[in-house]
């Protein structure tokens, strides 16, 4: 290995001081900060959000400090049609119902991994990689799909937020404590050749106990309940006696089995046009398998574009801290320009950046909108879930370029696929490994 000797640094310390350039420039970034320094202007006045396909939606959800973004999303999907099927006003859905079930279903994903890793050692990269994480907030469409199916949805006044949805961490915190704690006690058991009835009723134990915790933590879902509400013409509407399915069958009634999640992910291991799933990734025991159909990136942008031309909002992922303003909401791949800033060539292809880790699926909104001219598509309409004081109301809009470099996954009815890609899709998964980037929980 090469050292870096003393009289190289001071080769390089005077080489900087020589260049009026970077001394003007050092002023300005150590006064303002990195990406206030390099921050593009022309972004926004490209960028204006005014779309030839616009979905109607109401006002912007707040996932305040949790991780619950892809919950918001799927969700804020189906409001925007139950603000159009029943004429309702400012309406949400309950993310802490969602939040609830996902937390405790994702604590027994944990037990049963640990379970059928308990012959590895805990150095094994897969033990190391449950361990890292035993839970957190984030997931994948087909995570929130099992979700649904199993424990289906209420309005956000029957469980309203808490402090502990609102802002997670100490729930994260104290639920991953008790999990690694737990994960001592199984391999334990296995290790002292305890029968499966005798592990598995240990693990009910367990289970009693993060219900306990998350019901203190959360509130209670409720089994049943009443439905009030008025109408945006001040009708006045009650259903009794719902329970979270009946209500998601009557007031939602979305057949979440028409949906397939589509990636884009150009890499050397993943051909387009084959499906993956990834080893070790979801939260219902159970419940449906995490799956993708990989496609290159036109066909990827013409599938979204089907789905918003019927009128119909589309769930995605993408890696949101590259190159994007939060206050002005522009995502663009000249929203700041720090080659310039730096003197520094920042450039990798998507596929780079994946294979080195250098991004990965972080976060997921909804695609409410589109502006297409010629036949092609500029720019697109973004409904976050980080309230209404950033971006436009709340919405951002992204540019075509950007969703080609940092959008990784959306969700589409099986109609938009061609009978090939459909096949493709339901045919034997390739399983990825647990840390694939594909993997990355939103």
């Known amino acids: 290995m090469s050292e870096i000797s003393k009289q190289t640094t001071a080769d390089f310390a005077a080489a900087y001081l020589e260049n009026n350039k970077q001394n003007a420039l050092?002023?300005?970034?150590?006064?303002?900060?990195?990406?206030?320094?390099?921050?593009?202007v022309s972004a926004k006045i490209v960028n204006v959000p005014v779309f030839s396909v616009d979905v109607t939606t109401g006002k912007v959800a707040n996932q305040k400090q949790s991780g619950r973004c892809w919950m918001f999303a799927a969700l804020n999907t189906f409001r925007h049609k139950m603000l159009n099927n029943f004429k309702l006003k400012d309406f949400e859905l309950s993310q802490n119902h969602t939040f609830f079930w996902d937390k405790y279903e994702k604590a027994n994903y944990f037990y049963e991994n640990i379970l059928a890793t308990a012959a590895e050692p805990v150095t094994s990269r897969k033990v190391a990689f449950l361990l890292q994480t035993p839970q957190q907030d984030g997931g994948q469409w087909d995570m929130i799909v099992s979700i649904f199916q199993k424990y289906g949805v209420v309005p956000k006044a029957v469980m309203p937020e808490s402090s502990n949805?609102?802002?997670?961490r100490d729930l994260n915190n104290y639920l991953n404590k008790k999990l690694r704690k737990d994960a001592v006690a199984l391999r334990k058991l296995v290790d002292a050749g305890q029968s499966d009835t005798e592990i598995q009723t240990a693990k009910e134990g367990m289970l009693q106990e993060v219900y306990n915790f998350l019901a203190t933590s959360l509130g209670t879902p409720p089994e049943t309940f009443d439905f009030e509400y008025r109408d945006e013409e001040k009708n006045y509407h009650i259903d009794r006696d719902l329970t979270p399915q009946s209500f998601y069958d009557k007031y939602v009634g979305v057949d979440l089995n028409e949906y397939v999640s589509i990636i884009n992910a150009p890499t050397a291991d993943k051909p387009y046009d084959k499906s993956y799933t990834v080893e070790m990734l979801g939260n219902v025991v159970g419940g449906k398998e995490v799956k993708y159909l990989n496609v290159d990136m036109p066909t990827f942008k013409k599938m979204a574009i089907a789905q918003l031309e019927q009128g119909e909002s589309v769930w995605f992922g993408c890696d949101v801290g590259q190159s994007s303003t939060?206050?002005?909401?522009?995502?663009?791949?000249?929203?700041?320009?720090m080659n310039d800033l730096f003197d520094v060539d920042f450039t990798m292809?998507?596929?780079?950046?994946?294979d080195f880790g250098e991004s990965l699926m972080t976060h997921a909104m909804v695609l409410t909108g589109v502006d297409i001219i010629d036949g092609e598509s500029t720019k697109w309409k973004v409904e976050n879930s980080w309230g209404e004081k950033v971006g436009t109301d709340g919405f951002f809009v992204m540019s075509d370029e950007w969703m080609d470099e940092y959008t990784y996954q959306i969700v589409v009815r099986k109609e938009f696929l061609s009978p090939e890609q459909l096949a493709a899709?339901?045919?034997?998964?390739?399983?990825l490994a647990p840390w694939d980037p594909m993997g990355a929980l939103a």
């Open 349 to 354: 292809t998507k596929a780079e950046r994946l």
């Open 165 to 168: 949805s609102s802002n997670s």
């Open 425 to 431: 899709f339901e045919a034997e998964p390739k399983v």
């Open 326 to 337: 939060r206050d002005s909401g522009i995502m663009a791949l000249d929203a700041y320009d």
């Open 26 to 40: 050092q002023r300005g970034v150590v006064k303002n900060g990195i990406s206030a320094s390099a921050e593009n």
